[in-house]
């Protein structure tokens, strides 16, 4: 009789332990987790061309699973999709990035954010912080960087440029006082948020025109109405008030 049994039905080998008896070998276990392993993202901003720039940057090491270009479509897809990260702007149509992440962490509270903006003032980054990004990173960020960044971020770790880490160890230390800041700015536009910042570091009107892709005249009625709702003079208390807040 032929005593050969089938490769699945054969019996496990053994190996003597160390009293010399035989024991089975350990049956193979999942392949361990490679921490090199592709990261998958998805990528909120609404400027079409800063995603491709950011998709090209990440795209070797990350699997860049969609983009979004506001809040809506960004809820969406970050929950058909739960990526690893999102790559998340703070200043967005439909509410901005804090909604984004109040809405997204209601029906999965373990999603990891990344925000990647522009906008290096206080307000911002303590506010997405607030809202439960696991960190923030400006725009100035080298592609190698922002690779290392989503990494850190999707295995639980906390980042920031070394220049926002001080907004947030200001803030648990009561060197800003954070409610006052948001109290003041809730009466600003997203747009005169911007226009404000920029004529508080000292930009001309005509300087500021150019930055916003905006007109000197609308450069001026921005400014009228943020000095109206801030109860301000002039831009001479302007970049006073945003000075002592932080915000330049």
Same mark, same amino acid.
């Given at each position: 009789?032929?005593?050969?049994?089938? &490769?699945?039905?054969?019996?496990?080998?053994?190996?003597?332990?160390?009293?010399?008896?035989?024991?089975?070998?350990?049956?193979?276990?999942? /392949?361990?987790?490679?921490?090199?392993?592709?990261?998958? $993202? +998805?990528?909120?901003?609404?400027?079409?061309?800063?995603?491709?720039?950011?998709? &090209? %940057?990440?795209?070797?090491?990350? @699997? +860049?699973?969609?983009?979004?270009?506001?809040?809506?479509? /960004?809820?969406?897809?970050?929950?058909?999709?739960?990526?690893? +990260?999102? !790559?998340?702007?703070? &200043?967005?149509?439909?509410?901005?990035?804090?909604?984004?992440?109040?809405?997204?962490?209601?029906?999965?509270?373990?999603?990891?954010?990344?925000?990647?903006?522009?906008?290096?003032?206080?307000?911002?980054? *303590?506010? $997405? *912080?607030?809202?439960?990004? @696991?960190?923030? =990173?400006?725009?100035?960020?080298?592609?190698?960087?922002?690779?290392?960044?989503?990494?850190?971020?999707? %295995?639980?770790?906390?980042?920031?440029?070394?220049?926002?880490?001080?907004?947030? !160890?200001?803030?648990?230390?009561?060197?800003?006082? *954070?409610?006052?800041?948001? %109290?003041?700015?809730?009466?600003?536009?997203?747009? %005169?948020?911007?226009?404000?910042?920029?004529?508080?570091?000292?930009?001309?009107?005509?300087?500021?025109?150019?930055? !916003?892709?905006?007109?000197?005249?609308? =450069?001026?009625?921005?400014?009228?109405?943020?000095?109206?709702?801030?109860?301000?003079?002039?831009?001479?208390?302007?970049? @006073?008030?945003?000075?002592?807040?932080?915000?330049?």
């Amino acid at each position: 009789m032929n005593n050969d049994l089938p &490769h699945s039905s054969r019996p496990e080998s053994t190996q003597p332990n160390a009293l010399g008896q035989p024991t089975p070998s350990a049956a193979p276990g999942p /392949a361990p987790v490679d921490p090199q392993r592709p990261r998958s $993202v +998805v990528i909120v901003d609404d400027h079409a061309m800063f995603r491709s720039g950011v998709r &090209h %940057e990440i795209g070797i090491r990350c @699997r +860049v699973l969609g983009e979004a270009e506001d809040v809506d479509s /960004a809820v969406k897809l970050i929950l058909q999709t739960q990526p690893d +990260v999102v !790559l998340l702007d703070v &200043h967005l149509p439909g509410g901005g990035g804090t909604e984004v992440l109040r809405r997204v962490h209601e029906k999965n509270p373990e999603q990891k954010f990344l925000a990647l903006s522009v906008s290096d003032a206080a307000e911002d980054v *303590i506010g $997405v *912080i607030r809202g439960g990004s @696991r960190g923030y =990173v400006t725009k100035s960020i080298s592609g190698p960087e922002l690779i290392d960044a989503i990494r850190r971020v999707a %295995e639980g770790d906390a980042v920031f440029s070394p220049r926002l880490a001080g907004f947030v !160890l200001d803030a648990f230390s009561g060197a800003i006082d *954070i409610a006052s800041v948001d %109290e003041d700015l809730d009466r600003l536009s997203p747009r %005169e948020r911007e226009v404000m910042r920029l004529i508080a570091r000292g930009y001309a009107y005509k300087e500021v025109a150019k930055e !916003l892709f905006i007109s000197i005249k609308t =450069v001026e009625t921005h400014v009228s109405s943020v000095l109206r709702k801030l109860q301000l003079s002039n831009r001479h208390q302007l970049t @006073r008030w945003a000075t002592d807040r932080r915000l330049v």
